[in-house]
C-alpha cells in the first residue's frame, strides 16, 4: 500500500518589532592613563622614525666601537638577549675576544694561564651582568640602593691587596659617600652571641675573625670561665636610660638623613659627584696617596656606571650618567700620571738649575750625616759598644752647635750634646737618651763633625764609618753639554702659586735661528743658548689657576706669593692692577710680571710632557730663567726685524700639588 508524504508545513517566524531600548555603551576603564593611542604622539623633532619596510640589516660591524664594543653597521652597541642562544658570540674583534683567544692558544699549547688584572677578568662577563633586584616603579633611591647590591654580589672581587687598597676599599667608601650605606648604633650583645663563643670555648675550637671581634666588642676577658658564660642570666636590652636611647634615636635619624642627603645628590649631578669623590674627596680621605688606589678608583666606578646604564635602573639620569663616563675616563689615565709627575718633576733639568744657582725658596731644610760606628752587626746589637765609640768620637770632634735646620756639612744625626755621651741609632742608657727613648735630649743639640780636607786619615775615617752617599745634583752639562747657560742667564721671579696647564709643546726642530753678534762683541750669546733649549725640551705653558680653586683648604697655594724678583706692586690687592697692566702694554715701561694674569713656560723633559694633559694643575715654586744684563750686541740688520721674541722660560724648584683636569670641590 502506497503512502503519501506530506509536505512539510512551514512554522512562521514571528517578527519583533523594534526595540525603544538603546544597547548599553561600553564602559570606559576608570582612573587617567599616562598614554592613550591612538592619537599616537608626533614624533620629537628631529627625529625620524623608519618604517619595518624601510629597515635594511646593517650586520655586525669587525672593528669595535669606542668602548671597545660589539657595535652594528650603523655604529650603535648592540644589546645581549636574556634568552642566550647558541650564536650568541661576539663578532666585533674585540680586546675582550683577543684576550679570551690567547687564553685559549695557551691552553693549547700546555702553557700555564696568563695572570690578568681585575679588571680585564670583570670585562669577560659583565656584558651579560644586570640589575634584576629592583622595582622600576620604585623611587630612584631605592633603584640605586638595589642596584648596588646587585653590583656587589656575585662578583670576584680581588682580596690580594693591603688594608686600605684595592678595588673592594674603594667600592666601599664610595657607597657611604653616596649614601648607600647607613651605619645603625649597635645595641647590647644577646645572651646567644655570648654562648656561641661559650660552645666554641668549651669544643676547643678557634673562632672566626669575625667572631673574635665580636668578641672584643663584647668585652669578654681572656680565660673567661666558660660556665659562667652559658648560666649568665639574659640582659634586658630595654634597661637604657631615656636619655641614653634618645641619644642613640637621634643619632640614628642623623645619619639617615645625611645618607639620604648625599643620595639625591648623586641622583641630581651624578656628573658633578663623582668627580667630586675622584678629586677633592679623594684627597682629602687620602685615597690618592697609594698607587693601587689610584689604579683601581676610577675604573670601579666606570663598571658601575656602565652597569646603572645597561641595567636601565634610573633611565631618567642617563644622559648624566653617560656624560660622567667621561669624567672617569680621565680619571682612569689621569690618577695614576699624577702620582708618576709628583715623583719625576722636578726632574733632572730642573735639579741643575737649582744646583746651580741654590735654592731659592727657603723654606726646606737638610739634616747634616754624621758618623756612624764601624763595628759589625746593627747597632741594636751591641748598644754599650756603640754607646763607648759614640763617647770616642764625641771627645775627638770639634765643640760647637747644630740645630735642627742646619746646612753645615758633617753635623750628627740626632748626636748628643757636648759634655754628655752619644749612643748609636736605635740605642738608649741609663744616662743617654737614643732613637725612640722616652726624652728628646740631644736631638737637635747635636755636636757636629768636622772633617779637615788637609787630614787624609780623619777623611778616610770619615767615609769608612759613613755608610751611605751623598746626594748626587745633576749637572746641567749633562743636557746641555759645555754651555754659556750659566753665564748669560740668571735667576729672576721666584713664585708660589698653583697654575694650570694651557698647552703642551713638544722640542722644537727648527726653531728660528738666533741673530748673529756684532763683531765687537765678546759676550757669550744668550739667543743661541735660548735656541738650544727650544730644541732640546719640551714646553709646558701654564696660566694662573683661579683662586677659589680650593676653598674649603687653608693652604699656601691658594693665592699666588711672590718670593723673589722685580714683580708689580707686591703689596697690592690681589684684583690684578689695570694701570700697571696698560703701562706695560703701551710700552711705558719694562714688563713687570704678574702672577695674577701672566703665563709661563716650563721647561721639561720630552719623557715626561707625556704624563701631563692640559688642564691639570701643578702646585709648587717656580723660578724665573732671565736673561743676564750684559746682554751680547747684535748686528743691525736695517729695516728687517728677527721673527725670534724673547722667549719667557722658567724651571720648577718644588713640586707640592698635582691636581686633575677634572678637579671640582664641594662648596656645600
Known amino acids: 500500500m502506497a503512502t503519501e508524504t506530506l509536505p512539510p508545513v512551514p512554522v512562521p517566524v514571528p517578527v519583533l518589532a523594534p526595540s525603544s531600548i538603546e544597547p548599553e555603551p561600553v564602559k570606559k576603564p576608570k582612573g587617567d592613563f599616562l598614554l592613550t593611542f591612538p592619537p599616537f604622539p608626533p614624533p620629537p623633532e628631529g627625529v625620524k622614525i623608519l618604517p619595518f619596510k624601510e629597515f635594511k640589516e646593517r650586520g655586525i660591524r669587525v672593528d669595535p666601537g669606542p668602548d671597545d664594543e660589539e657595535v652594528d653597521g650603523l655604529g650603535i652597541p648592540t644589546v645581549p638577549m636574556i634568552i642566550r642562544h647558541n650564536t650568541d658570540v661576539c663578532k666585533s674583534n674585540t680586546s675582550r675576544k683577543r684576550k679570551a683567544a690567547e687564553q685559549l692558544a695557551r691552553k693549547r699549547d700546555g702553557l700555564p694561564f696568563k695572570k690578568l688584572p681585575w679588571y680585564e677578568e670583570w670585562e669577560e662577563t659583565e656584558v651579560i651582568r644586570f640589575a634584576i633586584g629592583f622595582n622600576p616603579n620604585s623611587s630612584g633611591a631605592d633603584r640605586l640602593h638595589a642596584a648596588a647590591n646587585d653590583f656587589t654580589t656575585g662578583r670576584k672581587w680581588p682580596a690580594n691587596y693591603a688594608s686600605e687598597t684595592g678595588p673592594k676599599y674603594i667600592w666601599e667608601k664610595f657607597q657611604r659617600y653616596i649614601g648607600l650605606t647607613v651605619l645603625v648604633p649597635e645595641g647590647k650583645k644577646s645572651k646567644k652571641k655570648k654562648q656561641k663563643i661559650a660552645l666554641q670555648m668549651m669544643e676547643n675550637v678557634d673562632p672566626s675573625d669575625d667572631e673574635l ?110 656624560r660622567s663616563l667621561e669624567s672617569i675616563a680621565s680619571g682612569i689615565k689621569e690618577l695614576p700620571n699624577n702620582s708618576k709627575v709628583a715623583k719625576v718633576l722636578p726632574d733632572q733639568f730642573h735639579s741643575g738649575c737649582s744646583g746651580c744657582w741654590g735654592k731659592r725658596e727657603k723654606s726646606y731644610f737638610t739634616i747634616a750625616v754624621g758618623p756612624l760606628s764601624d763595628d759589625e752587626g746593627s747597632p741594636e746589637d751591641k748598644p754599650a759598644e756603640n754607646a763607648q765609640a759614640a763617647e770616642t768620637d764625641a771627645a775627638s770632634d770639634g765643640k760647637g752647635e747644630t740645630t735642627w735646620g742646619s746646612t753645615e756639612p758633617g753635623t750628627g744625626w740626632g748626636a748628643a750634646a757636648s759634655g754628655e755621651a752619644g749612643v748609636g741609632w736605635g740605642t738608649s742608657n741609663g744616662t743617654t737618651n737614643g732613637w725612640g727613648s722616652g726624652q728628646i735630649e740631644g736631638w737637635d743639640a747635636a755636636e757636629p763633625l768636622i772633617v779637615d780636607a788637609s787630614d787624609t786619615a780623619q777623611q778616610s775615617t770619615f767615609e769608612e764609618q759613613v755608610e751611605w752617599e751623598p746626594v748626587q745634583v745633576p749637572s746641567l752639562t749633562t743636557f746641555l753639554g759645555p754651555t754659556a747657560f750659566p753665564l748669560t742667564h740668571t735667576p729672576g721671579v721666584v713664585e708660589r702659586s698653583m697654575r694650570r696647564v694651557k698647552a703642551i709643546i713638544p722640542p722644537s726642530s727648527n726653531p728660528p735661528k738666533s741673530s748673529p753678534q756684532a763683531d765687537d762683541a765678546y759676550e757669550p750669546d744668550a739667543d743661541a743658548v735660548e735656541v738650544e733649549l727650544d730644541k732640546l725640551f719640551a714646553k709646558v705653558v701654564l696660566e694662573p689657576m683661579p683662586l677659589n680653586w680650593d676653598v674649603n683648604e687653608d693652604t699656601s697655594y691658594g693665592q699666588p706669593t711672590i718670593i723673589d724678583g722685580d714683580t708689580l706692586e707686591q703689596d697690592r690687592d690681589l684684583a690684578p692692577p689695570a694701570q700697571a697692566t696698560a703701562d706695560a702694554a703701551s710700552g711705558a715701561g719694562p714688563k713687570q710680571h704678574d702672577p695674577l694674569t701672566d703665563e709661563i713656560t716650563l721647561l721639561v723633559e720630552p719623557e715626561h710632557s707625556s704624563l701631563l694633559s692640559v688642564g691639570m694643575a701643578l702646585g709648587g715654586t717656580y723660578v724665573q730663567i732671565a736673561r743676564q744684563s750684559g746682554a751680547a750686541k747684535k748686528k743691525k740688520k736695517g729695516k728687517s726685524k728677527s721673527k725670534r721674541t724673547i722667549p719667557n722660560y722658567w724651571y720648577l724648584e718644588n713640586l707640592i700639588e698635582v691636581l686633575p683636569t677634572f678637579w671640582t670641590i664641594d662648596s656645600a
Open 213 to 322: 671581634e665580636m668578641e672584643e666588642e663584647m668585652k669578654i676577658p681572656a680565660g673567661a670561665n666558660a660556665d659562667a658564660l652559658m648560666d649568665e642570666p639574659e640582659e634586658d636590652e630595654e634597661e637604657e636610660t631615656p636619655a641614653v636611647f634618645l641619644d642613640k634615636q637621634l643619632s640614628a635619624q642623623k645619619s639617615l638623613a645625611d645618607s639620604e642627603l648625599k643620595t639625591q645628590n648623586f641622583l641630581d649631578d651624578p656628573d658633578r659627584s663623582i668627580r667630586i669623590f675622584m678629586s677633592s674627596y679623594a684627597r682629602t680621605m687620602g685615597y690618592i696617596w697609594s698607587d693601587v688606589n689610584n689604579n683601581c678608583l676610577a675604573r670601579v666606578l666606570d663598571f658601575f656606571i656602565k652597569f646603572l646604564i645597561r641595567s636601565k635602573v634610573l633611565p631618567e639620569i642617563e644622559r648624566p650618567l653617560r
